[in-house]
């Protein structure tokens, strides 16, 4: 389950970089919430300029308490 910022303070942090490839990251990020893991975690996702899409999308999944995303 991933955390909220107002949640207490995870266990374990993933940082994924990502540079456009958002099929990719789509999957990546749908097998880590569907797996879970039995520690408290956050996703962080920072983007590197991405131009197809994928910052809008992460947009999206952040205001969805999914990750939070760094620019």
């Known amino acids: 389950m991933s955390v909220s910022e107002t949640a207490p303070r995870p266990d374990v942090s993933v940082v994924i970089p ?15 919430h569907e797996v879970g893991a039995e520690a408290a975690f956050e996703v962080i996702v920072v983007d590197n300029g991405s131009t197809d899409g994928s910052r809008e999308w992460l947009a999206e999944q952040e205001k969805q308490g999914r990750l939070r995303l760094i620019i």
Not at 21 to 31: D, Q, W
């Open 18 to 32: 990502v540079f456009n490839k958002l099929e990719l990251t789509r999957i990546c990020l749908e097998s880590i």
